[in-house]
């Protein structure tokens, strides 16, 4: 009987529940990661790297803190001393060409550079290369037709000085004779007319304003017969 209830049991259809409820137990995955320990360390040992790792991180927290309170003071301290971002652009780009030039890398290439520089003034071609081109320049300046292009440019140079001049004696003898004219002389004569009658005219106006104050009040006496 016990044996054919077991047979019964098992052909249940529920008997797929005993595997559902075991693989739903939770599994501490603490303890299978304290089982999975890296090889060549015991439990000791990762407990202790463990409790190290999480001292530096927490320094680097720290760290970080401390950090961003400087960044604040010294940003404080540069917009009180009036210190622009552009400014320190241009300090760090400096010290970042200084850093450039002292490098080992800049003064290997300029030393490369200088022997360069006197391998080919040293060399035959670049000699052979400079005696030819003093020898064009001296053939040049030496040939007819550069002397005469020379001489022509001074001509026109010595005519173009004296036309200029002769303009500027004709202009100004034209102005005395225009001067001396007498159209020029009855102008003069009566722009000088019209100013002294301004001025006249001008006086007697301040003489007006400063007459006693009884004489404007009274009306001018005709002394004419009626």
Not at 18 to 35: C, E, I, K, N
Not at 148 to 177: F, M
Not at 182 to 199: L, N, P, W, Y
């Amino acid at each position: 009987m016990e044996s054919a209830s077991q047979d019964i049991n098992l052909n249940s259809p529920n008997k797929g529940l005993l595997a559902d409820a075991m693989t739903d137990v939770p599994v501490d995955s603490g303890a299978s990661a304290r089982a999975a320990a890296p090889e060549g360390l015991t439990l000791a040992e990762e407990e202790e790297l463990r409790s190290e790792l999480a001292k530096v991180e927490e320094e680097i927290g720290t760290l970080r803190q401390v950090l961003a309170a400087k960044e604040r003071h010294c940003g404080e301290l540069k917009r009180k001393l009036g210190l622009t971002p552009l400014d320190g652009l241009k300090q760090n780009l400096s010290k970042s060409w200084h850093d450039v030039q002292v490098s080992n890398a800049y003064v290997k290439t300029s030393e490369k550079l200088g022997e360069w520089n006197d391998k080919v003034t040293q060399s035959d071609f670049y000699l052979s290369a400079s005696s030819t081109l003093e020898d064009l320049n001296e053939k040049l300046t030496q040939s007819e037709a550069y002397k005469k292009t020379q001489e022509t440019l001074s001509q026109a140079g010595q005519k173009t000085s004296a036309a200029l001049s002769n303009v500027g004696s004709v202009i100004s003898r034209k102005l005395g004779d225009m001067r001396n004219s007498a159209t020029f002389k009855s102008f003069e004569d009566r722009v000088g007319t019209i100013k002294s009658r301004m001025v006249g005219s001008r006086e007697n106006s301040t003489d007006g304003l400063h007459s006693p104050s009884g004489a404007g009040d009274q009306p001018p006496q005709d002394n004419a017969p009626f």
